[in-house]
């Protein structure tokens, strides 16, 4: 059994993917096409590009019908019914609150209340008309923005994962940064792919540990085999401010960082929907167990609050 690693920067992290199988040359050849897929999706989805889907829909369609590629036309679908089932938890209009808060491309600030509710004026799903007879995105206002940052990852692994199913591939292992994970089969002679859930340590824990021992801890091993997961936390991007850590992840319902929860980790079978729904489980902490079972039966998931034990199911606790 042959084992074949790529990696490719892309979404401002870095996309590895691990193949085994019987044939180098076309394990190389099949994870260089996936590689070349999770590009294309960010080309489509960047906000940042001004060709991208997703930025030519934000500066046109609160004038006029925006024309979408039909596969990104359909995530935006699927980004709808996310919205939905999550009573709210998971939307992908927050750029404008995003901004408020300075993490659009800044390290983050405290706005004032004014600037807050201004920009909880262009929140929300129902400001987006999609129109599936003519794959078109319009918006009923000027200043609303889409940002499919809480689900492109997935999204790309999910592409990915179904051109290395397309050539063949039994056994791969998808990685996208620090935090979604999407997989074919398991390892040779394994039951699953064995993933680690990890924290920062707390200040207390780092003055106990050595100068040698890793600023992670792991708190939860995830075993994937034909499923995905992804793993949300509010100290990927955050500041502090009078004793409070205020995360990047904002909840759109209350124009605030999210207090539901300091990290979650979801297992569901598709990468796409995990990428969502553990930004979602994030927002929403302990009230969205409800709705994660009720639509996705099958899931496994970790919650954790600073300073109390995680809420852990299916994922192995440590």
Known sequence: MEIVKLAREAMATRFEIVLYGDNPVSLQAAGEEALEEIE??????????????????????????VKIEPTIFELLQRCQALNTLTDGAFDITLGPLIRCWGFMGGTGAIPSPESIEEAKSFIGIHHIQLDPDEFTIQFDREGVMLDLGSI????????????????????????????TVATIGTPPDQESWKIAITRPLTPEEKEKASEDEPELKTIGIANLCDNALSVS????KSFQ?????????????????????????VTIPSATDADAISTALLVAGNKGIAWLDRH??????????????PLIRGIESL
């Open 40 to 65: 294309w999706v960010e080309s489509q989805l960047s906000i940042y590009r001004s060709d991208s889907q997703i930025n030519h829909a934000n500066q046109r369609a609160a004038r006029e019908p």
């Open 152 to 179: 492109g990852k997935g999204y790309a692994l999910e592409r990915a994962k179904e051109i290395l199913e397309e050539n063949g591939i039994k056994s791969a292992l998808l990685h996208g940064g620090t935090s």
């Open 233 to 236: 936390a509010i100290w990927g």
């Open 241 to 265: 401010s009078e004793n409070r850590e205020y995360g990047h992840v904002i909840d759109g319902r209350s124009g605030e960082p999210t207090v539901g929860a300091a990290q979650a980790a």
């Open 296 to 309: 996705f039966p099958a899931n496994e998931f970790l919650l954790l609050k600073p300073g109390k034990q």
